[in-house]
């Protein structure tokens, strides 16, 4: 009986400590400023006891203890509370549920009731519902919903993980920032760098520091500023990126990239560069759109396209370039057989992956220049098959001291250097003749005229109501006369690119001029014009025109 009445002595004891804990607590919250916090509720635990150390008095729990503290709920194995500094440390399979909104789990934890804030060690793990941050450090603050750590992290989202040194969790916003040795990996693509914020919402990821993104099919792409939305696999990336692919480089000011529709947009001194050192080519241009799936391209604002040969390079100038598979074209429009050689009917519905299926088209001003050739026209079409520009539309092509015009002309390259011209239609052939006010002409239905390996005209021949105006000279170089001739057939032998021979076949008619005798105006063909005004003179005038 005497040792009943000194539990139940003892028990009443604890009953009035806790209250006069609990009165105490509550005259400290309310003295407290506004915004410092809210008072402890103490909801459950198996067991409770108070100690006193130095002039500190503590209350400890064990057994599923449950507290509370406003809208946010912690659980814990045991917890020790100093209700004078309102905080408490807790300790096993501790649970912060924040409103439902934010779990937070760990072994240890120091909360500070005033400030609300958290510190949670061992095996920690956040969550939102969508993502779950772990790490072995975690510092909380419930107030803003701000989790940060310092030594290490991942969170792994659906099938998104990220790791980094430190991490800065927004629990309002969703949004999460990494710092230092940061990597993003999922099925698609891997990011390292050194600051990223992701959004476990909307998946977007955000970069602000240089980096590096990779997938597994060798495409690598460098950027400091821009955003990837992971969700929709789009992107919109600044300051000068680029795309490193196993066929090409891409850098633009800015891009756009959506890997869903395969659509890109490149805005800014754009520059492609093709990685075949003697087949492909390099594209530059202000904003240059392309379609991975189609594996088309869409150059505008000042586009200038470079084709690569074995030893030279050949520069176009346009309003606009428009390129994709010449096999996918055939599909819908037949192109011309202009090479006996080469038949494009084998690249339909071939799966063979080729470098050269691929063909340009350009619109409006175009501009051509290489060493030993150089073009203007309306337009164009070429195909890297068989290396042959097709010019539309009163097009004009020089080939050292000769000028060659048409309504349209083929023109056959080989190894960057005109092989053949192939013109029909009103076509004329001009060439000064040392550097005089003469010219040696030549105007048919159609011209062919043919090159040495060297890129010099060494064989020409006009068809179809030829006529023919030519200044003979002797061995010396002094002019012996002209002639002004027609025929069938002309046909013109040339010299280091200077016409030396002409030979006039079928119907031949025509007259030798004494050269004091003739006005040499008058002696100008039909549709005489010589156009060297508008001929580029080196690569600068094709870009200088852009």
């Known amino acids: 009986?005497?040792?009943?009445?000194?539990?139940?002595?003892?028990?009443?004891?604890?009953?009035?400590?806790?209250?006069?804990?609990?009165?105490?607590?509550?005259?400290?919250?309310?003295?407290?400023?506004?915004?410092?916090?809210?008072?402890?509720?103490?909801?459950?635990?198996?067991?409770?006891?108070?100690?006193?150390?130095?002039?500190?008095?503590?209350?400890?729990?064990?057994?599923?203890?449950?507290?509370?503290?406003?809208?946010?709920?912690?659980?814990?194995?045991?917890?020790?509370?100093?209700?004078?500094?309102?905080?408490?440390?807790?300790?096993?399979?501790?649970?912060?549920?924040?409103?439902?909104?934010?779990?937070?789990?760990?072994?240890?934890?120091?909360?500070?009731?005033?400030?609300?804030?958290?510190?949670?060690?061992?095996?920690?793990?956040?969550?939102?519902?969508?993502?779950?941050?772990?790490?072995?450090?975690?510092?909380?603050?419930?107030?803003?919903?701000?989790?940060?750590?310092?030594?290490?992290?991942?969170?792994?989202?659906?099938?998104?993980?990220?790791?980094?040194?430190?991490?800065?969790?927004?629990?309002?916003?969703?949004?999460?920032?990494?710092?230092?040795?940061?990597?993003?990996?999922?099925?698609?693509?891997?990011?390292?760098?050194?600051?990223?914020?992701?959004?476990?919402?909307?998946?977007?990821?955000?970069?602000?520091?240089?980096t590096t993104i990779r997938n597994d099919k060798k495409l690598v792409i460098k950027t400091r500023s821009g955003y990837y939305d992971l969700k929709n696999k789009r992107a919109e990336l600044y300051k000068r990126p680029v795309i490193d692919d196993s066929t090409y480089t891409m850098t633009a000011d800015d891009m756009a990239l959506d890997s869903i529709s395969g659509l890109s947009e490149f805005r800014g001194n754009a520059v492609y560069r093709g990685k075949d050192s003697t087949k492909g080519f390099d594209m530059i241009a202000n904003n240059i759109k392309t379609n991975n799936k189609k594996n088309s391209l869409l150059a505008t604002q000042s586009p200038l396209l470079l084709l690569k040969q074995d030893r030279d390079s050949i520069y176009i100038a346009a309003d606009t370039f428009y390129s994709a598979k010449l096999s996918d074209l055939l599909k819908i429009k037949n192109v011309p057989r202009v090479r006996d050689s080469i038949d494009f009917t084998f690249l339909i519905g071939s799966t063979k992956e080729d470098s050269t299926d691929k063909y340009f088209e350009a619109y409006y001003n175009v501009k051509i220049f290489s060493d030993s050739m150089q073009s203007v026209g309306d337009s164009l079409f070429y195909a890297l098959k068989d290396s042959v520009f097709r010019l539309f539309k009163s097009p004009v092509v020089w080939a050292q001291a000769n000028q060659v015009t048409g309504d349209t002309i083929y023109m056959y390259l080989k190894n960057s250097k005109p092989e053949r011209l192939y013109v029909f239609e009103n076509a004329m052939a001009l060439s000064q003749v040392d550097s005089t006010i003469y010219f040696n002409q030549v105007k048919g239905n159609t011209i062919n005229a043919y090159f040495d390996t060297t890129g010099q005209i060494q064989f020409l021949r006009s068809k179809g109501n030829s006529e023919n105006v030519y200044y003979a000279t002797d061995e010396g170089g002094h002019f012996i006369g002209v002639n002004r001739n027609s025929s069938d057939v002309v046909e013109i032998r040339f010299a280091d690119g200077k016409a030396k021979r002409v030979l006039l076949i079928n119907g031949v008619d025509g007259t030798m001029y004494p050269m004091r005798q003739v006005n040499h105006e008058d002696l100008k063909l039909r549709n005489f014009k010589w156009l060297d005004n508008l001929r580029p003179k080196s690569r600068y005038d094709i870009l200088s025109s852009q």
């Open 1 to 210: 009986m005497q040792k009943r009445v000194y539990y139940i002595y003892v028990f009443l004891c604890g009953i009035l400590m806790l209250s006069s804990t609990t009165s105490y607590a509550q005259q400290q919250d309310t003295t407290t400023q506004p915004g410092a916090g809210q008072l402890l509720e103490f909801l459950k635990a198996d067991r409770n006891n108070i100690k006193k150390i130095d002039s500190n008095q503590f209350i400890s729990y064990a057994g599923n203890v449950k507290i509370k503290q406003g809208k946010t709920l912690f659980y814990a194995d045991s917890a020790v509370v100093n209700p004078v500094t309102n905080i408490f440390e807790a300790f096993g399979n501790i649970h912060i549920n924040d409103a439902d909104s934010v779990h937070t789990y760990a072994q240890y934890l120091k909360y500070l009731a005033k400030e609300k804030q958290a510190f949670l060690k061992k095996r920690v793990r956040l969550t939102d519902g969508k993502s779950t941050l772990t790490t072995d450090e975690l510092e909380y603050d419930v107030t803003v919903k701000i989790g940060t750590y310092l030594k290490g992290g991942k969170v792994v989202n659906e099938k998104t993980t990220l790791t980094s040194t430190e991490g800065y969790y927004y629990g309002d916003t969703r949004d999460i920032i990494f710092k230092r040795k940061v990597r993003l990996v999922n099925p698609d693509y891997k990011i390292d760098t050194d600051t990223l914020q992701y959004n476990t919402d909307t998946e977007i990821t955000t970069f602000t520091s240089p």
